[in-house]
Nanobody, 122 residues
Framework: QVQLVESGGGSVQAGGSLRLSCVASGRILSIDNMGWYRQAPGKQRELVATITSGGSTNYADSVKGRFTISRDNAKNTMSLQMNNLKPGDTAVYLC????????????????WGQGTQVTVSS
C-alpha cells in the first residue's frame, strides 16, 4: 500500500517559519497532482497549495506570498515552506497525492497522510 508521511510541524511564534515535508513510499509508478490541505478544530478542511507533476502551482489567497510549495519527483517528496506564520495558520496540515501504484495492474488512487500539527502563537 502507498503511504504518505508528513513531518516538520511544530510550535512557533507569530512571524516564524516552518518547513513541512511529505514523503510517499510504496510500489509507486508515478505521482500526479500533489497538495497541502489544513484543518483547524471546528473548521472545514481547506486547500492550502497544489502542485502538478510538471511543477505548476496554486495557492490559497490567505497564504500567497508567504508559503511556497515544491516537489522532487525523483524522490517522491513534496515540501511546503511557510514563512511569516500567523495564528490563523494553526491547523493540522495534510499531504495529499494522486498516485499510480504498481500492483497486479497499475492502480491510480488518491492518498492522504495522517497530518502534522502546526501551532502558531501570538
Amino acid at each position: 500500500q502507498v503511504q504518505l508521511v508528513e513531518s516538520g510541524g511544530g510550535s512557533v511564534q507569530a512571524g516564524g517559519s516552518l518547513r513541512l515535508s511529505c514523503v510517499a513510499s510504496g510500489r509507486i509508478l508515478s505521482i500526479d497532482n500533489m497538495g497541502w490541505y489544513r484543518q483547524a478544530p471546528g473548521k472545514q478542511r481547506e486547500l492550502v497549495a497544489t502542485i502538478t507533476s510538471g511543477g505548476s502551482t496554486n495557492y490559497a489567497d490567505s497564504v500567497k506570498g508567504r508559503f511556497t510549495i515544491s516537489r522532487d519527483n525523483a524522490k517522491n517528496t513534496m515540501s511546503l515552506q511557510m514563512n511569516n506564520l500567523k495564528p490563523g495558520d494553526t491547523a493540522v496540515y495534510l499531504c495529499n497525492a494522486v498516485v499510480v501504484a504498481t500492483y497486479s495492474n497499475p492502480y491510480k488512487a488518491n492518498y492522504w497522510g495522517q497530518g502534522t500539527q502546526v501551532t502558531v502563537s501570538s
